[in-house]
């Protein structure tokens, strides 16, 4: 089990949503703030913001190396700076965001991509940090974050196995205890067939760690089966209108949040425990299963035949794996049309 605050997350806990601002505050404070309030409000139970500066995170150059060429991409020919630059949560805005935050009863930490950023939320004492995938691999980043004492929750998107597998071992020799793994898919909006959710099973096997889901895909599938198969926190982005924003087109509108979060509950209690048997509330209908019911009025002394006992509901009699025993038996008693066979109406 992982502890963010007072928040405690694990597979023995109801799924935590973190709602994630990202980029889609637009540029806007007052938006960030609304979105804020309107994950509160809607059941997220922490809110995540970026925090960096664009010159930490990339150079502002021309260069094709720093211009997104990917045709499938939403930010085709756009230049990594100024796309930073665009989605980047001020600084300034900080001591207004964790005070909203506060005010609205909401869990607020930050994904850290530079280390002048650490420093800085440090001023705030967030509980605790995220690193993105893309930055899984800044170790530098990561030891500073470990300094802080606060947990970490890192994802994998685009990392090997053997990435992963090192990572996890420079953790430890740094100390690190608390920290966690979510699997990802990294390309924006993510489609279905690319997400592999069982590696979410395979990855709590082997890293023995909290694993939750950073899901970049369209709708509640991906996070469903992200629970299912022992996902015990779900990362997703929000906004507050899918047509305008750098990340809007993958992110879910804050408004469905609450529907959101009432299914990652419903695919969560469905999952319950290892379990054989009647429940307590299927134990009502153990009466309509099937059992030796006598089909036709059977004097005191006849034979049990299959013309005059029958398998038939209800279960009162006895139980059907018993009837090639019972059969050429003699009835101890007249018995009537449609009584219940006992062994106490049968000679030995």
């Known amino acids: 089990m992982l502890k963010i605050g007072n928040l405690k997350i694990g597979n023995n806990q109801c799924p935590k949503i973190i709602a994630e601002i990202s980029a889609n505050h637009n540029q806007s404070l007052n938006k960030a703030i609304e979105l804020i309030k309107k994950a509160s409000k809607n059941g997220a139970d922490l809110v995540k913001i970026q925090t960096y500066s664009p010159e930490n995170l990339t150079l502002d150059s021309n260069k094709k190396d720093f211009i997104i060429d990917d045709l499938k991409s939403p930010w085709h020919k756009k230049k990594l700076f100024d796309l930073y630059k665009i989605g980047e949560t001020p600084y300034k805005w900080h001591k207004e965001i964790f005070r909203v935050a506060k005010k609205n009863k909401i869990i607020l930490f930050a994904s850290v991509f530079d280390e002048a950023s650490v420093d800085f939320l440090e001023t705030f004492n967030p509980p605790a940090y995220k690193v993105a995938s893309f930055e899984s691999n800044h170790y530098p980043l990561i030891k500073k974050i470990i300094k802080t004492k606060k947990p970490i929750l890192i994802s994998t998107g685009l990392n090997s196995l053997s990435e992963i597998n090192s990572l996890v071992k420079f953790l430890k020799k740094n100390k690190c205890t608390k920290y966690a793994l979510l699997k990802c898919t990294s390309s924006y909006p993510a489609k279905l067939k690319d997400l592999n959710i069982k590696t979410i ?9 909290e694993i939750g889901y950073s899901d970049h895909s369209l709708g509640y599938i991906a996070s469903n089966s992200a629970i299912h198969y022992g996902a015990s926190f779900i990362e997703k982005h929000i906004c507050l209108d899918n047509k305008k924003g750098i990340d809007s087109k993958f992110s879910l509108n804050v408004t469905k949040l609450k529907e959101f979060k009432n299914q990652l509950l419903e695919t969560y209690i469905s999952i319950g425990n290892i379990s054989y048997g009647a429940t307590k509330n299927e134990r009502s209908y153990l009466k309509f299963r099937r059992s030796i019911y006598c089909a ?3 004097l005191k002394g006849e034979k049990l035949t299959k013309n005059n006992i029958k398998i038939v509901r209800p279960s009162y009699g006895i139980e059907p794996k018993y009837f090639d025993k019972i059969l050429g038996k003699t009835a101890k008693v007249n018995l009537k049309f449609a009584t ?9």
């Open 296 to 298: 036709k009025n059977i």
């Open 340 to 348: 219940a066979l006992k062994w106490k109406y049968i000679k030995k």
């Open 201 to 209: 099973k395979d990855m709590k096997n082997k890293f023995n760690c």
